[in-house]
T-cell receptor, first 113, second 114 residues
Framework: GAVVSQHPSWVICKSGTSVKIECRSLDFQATTMFWYRQFPKQSLMLMATSNEGSKATYEQGVEKDKFLINHASLTLSTLTVTSAHPEDSSFYIC?????????FGQGTRLTVV | AQSVTQLDSQVPVFEEAPVELRCNYSSSVSVYLFWYVQYPNQGLQLLLKYLSGSTLVKGINGFEAEFNKSQTSFHLRKPSVHISDTAEYFCAVSDGGGGNKLTFGTGTQLKVEL
């Protein structure tokens, strides 16, 4: 399998500030990583596909200027929530595909106050 | 486009009883099917997957699922549940292309009671 580590596990930030979430593939070089968002008691919604060395591909309805994704190396992708607002509070999860299987990070609980 | 329907948002069951969590999908192409489990404030863990071959798939923790192409279903079953099985279960589908992006169902909360 693949080991995926996400950091931080939880973060509380003030409205208007930016927050960076890291997703690391610890034992596998990933040219592609995926970022999901999960609201309480709801399913995971794909936000964007992070591509190493190129621009991320965003799903319809996701603001690329709001959710900045950087995939600078084969083992690290970052999601930055810019000018966060309370409605951005959610659980963010990244994943890495190895073959036909997806491996998920442990998620980041973001609370904007 | 693909979609996944999990009709049951919550399934209460007593310990040691059998359980079935339902999943139906729609897709215009052949798909890969997955079941994931999520414990509170954690990521997802793969229970089992169907790629091809035998329609009965066995996974971890005693779970199994059967792919039924004519009914476009992939129901998850366990003959005897434990308290530790209490969690959220997600069915997902991938068409195998485009980096294997997953489309998830809305999830089923399995609550095992004594």
């Amino acid at each position: 399998g693949a080991v995926v580590s996400q950091h931080p596990s939880w973060v509380i930030c003030k409205s208007g500030t930016s927050v960076k979430i890291e997703c690391r593939s610890l034992d596998f070089q990933a040219t592609t990583m995926f970022w999901y968002r999960q609201f309480p008691k709801q399913s995971l919604m794909l936000m964007a596909t992070s591509n190493e060395g190129s621009k991320a591909t965003y799903e319809q309805g996701v603001e690329k200027d709001k959710f900045l994704i950087n995939h600078a190396s084969l083992t690290l992708s970052t999601l930055t929530v810019t000018s966060a607002h309370p409605e951005d509070s959610s659980f963010y999860i990244c994943s890495v595909n190895r073959g036909t299987e997806a491996f998920f990070g442990q998620g980041t609980r973001l609370t904007v106050v | 486009a693909q979609s996944v329907t999990q009709l049951d948002s919550q399934v209460p069951v007593f310990e040691e009883a059998p359980v079935e969590l339902r999943c139906n999908y729609s897709s215009s192409v052949s798909v890969y099917l997955f079941w994931y489990v999520q414990y509170p404030n954690q990521g997802l863990q793969l229970l089992l997957k169907y790629l091809s071959g035998s329609t009965l798939v066995k996974g971890i923790n005693g779970f199994e699922a059967e792919f039924n192409k004519s009914q476009t279903s992939f129901h998850l079953r366990k003959p005897s549940v434990h308290i530790s099985d209490t969690a959220e279960y997600f069915c997902a589908v991938s068409d195998g292309g485009g980096g294997n992006k997953l489309t998830f169902g809305t999830g089923t909360q399995l609550k095992v009671e004594l």
